[in-house]
C-alpha cells in the first residue's frame, strides 16, 4: 500500500482506526518534546523505533508541519522498512477535541 507525505488529523485518525485493525501499527511521533493533549504521543528516539514490527507506519509532528514535511526523506532513509508521513498543520492545527464518530456497518 502507498500513502501520501502527509495526513491531515481526521486521515490520522481514520487510518490509525482503520490500520490497527489490520494489525499495523500507527504512531504519533513527538519531534519537538511537546507532547498534544489528549493524544497518545511517542517521543523521536531512532533507536527505540527501529524496534518496531516492519511495516509499521510513523505520523510525524513538529509545531507547524513544515519541519517535519522538509526532513520526511531523512526519515525514510533512517527507517526504510516503515511508512513515514508528516501530520499536515503540525501540533498547531490538532484539535484536542476531535474524534471520530461510530458509524454503524451498512
Known amino acids: 500500500m502507498t500513502y501520501p507525505k502527509e495526513w491531515t488529523q481526521k486521515e490520522f485518525l481514520e487510518n490509525k ?20 493533549e489528549k493524544a497518545e504521543t511517542t517521543v523521536y528516539n531512532p533507536y527505540e523505533l527501529k524496534n518496531y514490527p516492519d511495516g509499521s507506519l510513523f505520523v510525524f509532528y513538529c509545531d507547524t508541519g513544515k519541519a517535519t514535511m522538509d526532513r520526511l526523506q531523512e526519515y525514510q532513509e533512517k527507517f526504510p522498512t516503515m511508512h513515514c508521513i508528516s501530520l499536515k498543520g503540525g501540533r498547531g492545527y490538532w484539535r484536542k477535541n476531535m474524534q471520530l464518530l461510530e458509524t454503524p456497518d451498512a
Open 17 to 36: 482506526q482503520k490500520l490497527e485493525k489490520e494489525g499495523v501499527e500507527v504512531l504519533l511521533i513527538d519531534t519537538i518534546l511537546s507532547p498534544i
